[in-house]
């Protein structure tokens, strides 16, 4: 299932299933942009899982699974083909401090430039 595809809206954007999950305060999202093998989601999902069990970050345990997938020797080559395992895409919510703080580094660069600006031009004369 093409759970990132949805159908445009004018102003909107795309409305598909991961985006109404993340209008619902889902945090993490693992969504798939093409159809996919249901066998080789299985496996796919199963390594992720295992991944994010074993301490890593959404983001690593996604990159990791393929890599897995790509070495399972129970996979035939055929289907070590990116068709089977590149549509998974993870995507995260930022946290609020994390957008207040590059808020902050844009304000702090953009006070910075201006000063430098009349600095120059006042020693310059």
Known sequence: MKTGIGKLFKSEGAM???RGFQFAGAQNLLFSLC????????????????NIKN??????????A????LKNPN????????YYWSA?????????NETSLNYVYII????????????FIRFKK
């Open 35 to 50: 159809k996919v093998n249901d066998y080789t989601t299985s496996v796919f999902m199963d390594s992720f899982y295992q």
């Open 66 to 69: 393929k890599r897995d997938f």
């Open 75 to 82: 996979i035939s080559n055929a289907k070590k083909s990116p």
């Open 16 to 18: 598909s299933i991961a």
């Open 108 to 119: 702090l660069g953009i006070v910075i430039t201006i000063a430098l600006i009349w600095f």
């Open 88 to 96: 998974f895409v993870y995507s995260r919510t930022l946290d609020k």
């Open 55 to 64: 301490g890593q970050s959404y983001l690593e345990a996604n990159a990791n």
